[in-house]
């Protein structure tokens, strides 16, 4: 694995570099890329963030969109740095066979590493903590330099990001730690916070009130399933992201310990989101070729809604060995 020191020298051995997160951007994916962007422009480097699908609307109050590119021509670059991910399956699609290709690429990410689809590089940077903002943080204290507060005020958003405003169990001292440094430097906490958890759109209780009529008990009540079919969004009038933004939501009823959310995506596939408060998710979702953390993973499902109703109860079984 890449040390924090060796990533420096990387990073200041290159002149312009591209940033890219994952595909369907969430917190950590965005504060990780243009809190990256902001440790560059600090080290003297050019950098731009590259992004080409449209992140949730309020995400927007937060991150500097209109500042991202799309194109990405890899002639004009000479380094790759990918955040919040290892496996090239999660990047954007117009963005894989180039990263691929690409021969000099610095993977920043906190997620346990599997070998499916694994980026080929030798500079791995790879650390089992609550988010990959807090790795970025890292590199900002080892190259002795202090993040500006805009970009103090983007990583502090993705460590909210997955940590869920520090309700997670994927906390230790040093999240709470990096948050205090992030703030000492000007982090905007009061408007990630209005951003994420204040500000309740109409959408939100649509997409609330869809999830609520769709969940499903399972397990003698300590599971629940919900699920989204691109009908159901278009009919509820909401969108992915705006059922992504409650991925954590099932998880809080009172003695659930297991939760399943499942959107249609637009390619036709289902995306499931796994939430526990007990058992380890990682192996199941290796199995299903996906991935994620202990206790929040994901994977795709290729298959019809009515597969997938009953495989889910399977899932739930061989999760909770039950």
């Known amino acids: 694995m890449t040390t924090n020191k060796k990533a420096i020298e990387v990073i200041k051995s290159a002149n312009k570099i591209a940033i ?24 003297g480097k050019k950098a731009d963030v590259f992004i080409c699908d449209t992140p949730a609307d309020f995400l927007f109050d937060v991150f500097p969109f209109k500042k991202a590119k799309f194109e990405f021509h890899p002639d004009q670059y000479d380094l790759v740095i990918v955040s919040d991910l290892h496996s090239i399956d999660r990047l954007s699609s117009i963005y894989q066979q180039k990263i691929a290709e690409f021969k000099n690429v610095l993977i920043v990410d906190h997620h346990i590493v599997g070998e499916e689809g694994k980026i080929e ?20 204290q080892e190259a002795g330099v202090t993040p500006s507060k805009n970009g103090a ?11 869920d405003r520090f309700l997670h ?20 906490v009061q408007e990630v916070y209005d951003a994420f958890y204040r500000k309740i759109t109409r959408k939100t209780i649509a997409t609330q009130k869809a999830l609520y009529s769709k969940m499903r008990f399972i397990n003698r009540g300590k599971a629940v399933y919900a ?21 954590n939501s ?24 796994m939430r526990s408060s007990v058992d380890d998710l990682v192996p ?12 929040a993973a994901a994977f795709n499902y290729e298959g019809d ?12 079984k061989e999760i909770m060995h039950v």
């Open 121 to 140: 590089t030798k500079n791995y940077m790879i650390k089992q903590v609550a988010a990959a903002s807090m790795i970025v943080v890292d590199l900002f």
């Open 169 to 188: 169990n994927n906390l230790t001292p040093d999240v709470f730690d990096k948050a205090a440094y992030l703030m000492k430097a000007g982090a905007a």
């Open 305 to 316: 809604f009515l597969s997938l109703r009953k495989n889910v109860m399977l899932w739930a």
């Open 20 to 43: 890219f997160g994952h595909r369907e951007p969430d917190p950590d994916a965005c504060g990780s890329t243009f809190g990256l962007q902001d440790l560059c422009q600090k080290l």
């Open 250 to 273: 099932l998880i809080r009823i009172d003695g659930v310990c297991l939760s399943f959310l499942i959107y249609q995506l637009p390619d036709g596939i289902f995306r499931v989101s």
């Open 153 to 163: 005020t983007y990583l502090y958003a993705g460590m909210m990001g997955d940590t």
């Open 227 to 247: 699920v989204f079919t691109t009908q159901n969004l278009k009919h509820a009038k909401i969108d992915v992201e705006d059922v992504k933004a409650l991925s």
């Open 284 to 295: 199941f979702a290796n199995k299903m070729n996906g991935g994620g953390h202990n206790f």
